[in-house]
């Protein structure tokens, strides 16, 4: 999903600088191989003090931390691509992302939350489940 996500910004993103900002190094570490495979210069960051530092270099930003509206505009790159990974109810039945809606003054790019990665992802898993069908035929 966040490949798909990329993709659709139209830009080549070969040697522009990516952070991603999670909490668990599972995902953080397998997301940081795939960007490193399209060329992308990785790193990655859990939340700290020095994370504005880092962040406002980001040519993409991936932020998946649970934590709602951590990112702020102050925070990032004019023009970057932010892909906002979380997830986090706030009342009922509304859900806002990791990165504040105040950052898309500054992005260039922004996925929304909800009905951004989310339904990318299950867009994805149905392609590959398709994929797999039409292959064992």
Avoid at 7 to 32: D, Y
Avoid at 51 to 59: E, H, S
Avoid at 69 to 82: D, L, W, Y
């Amino acid at each position: 999903a966040v490949n798909e996500a990329l993709k659709a910004t139209g830009q080549n993103l070969a040697g522009k600088n990516a952070v991603i900002v999670a909490k668990g190094e599972i995902f953080a570490e397998a997301l940081k191989k795939d960007l490193e495979n399209q060329g992308l210069k990785v790193k990655i960051s859990k939340p700290d003090r020095a994370l504005a530092g880092l962040t406002k270099q980001a040519d993409v930003l991936v932020v998946i931390l649970g934590q709602k509206k951590f990112i702020t505009k102050n925070m990032v790159k004019p023009e970057a691509i932010i892909i906002d990974i979380g997830t986090n109810l706030i009342g009922e039945n509304k859900f806002v992302g990791d990165a504040s809606p105040e950052v898309a003054e500054v992005a260039g790019f922004l996925t929304p939350v909800p009905g951004g990665i989310g339904p990318l992802t299950v867009a994805m898993l149905l392609k590959n489940v398709y994929e797999l069908a039409k292959n064992n035929q």
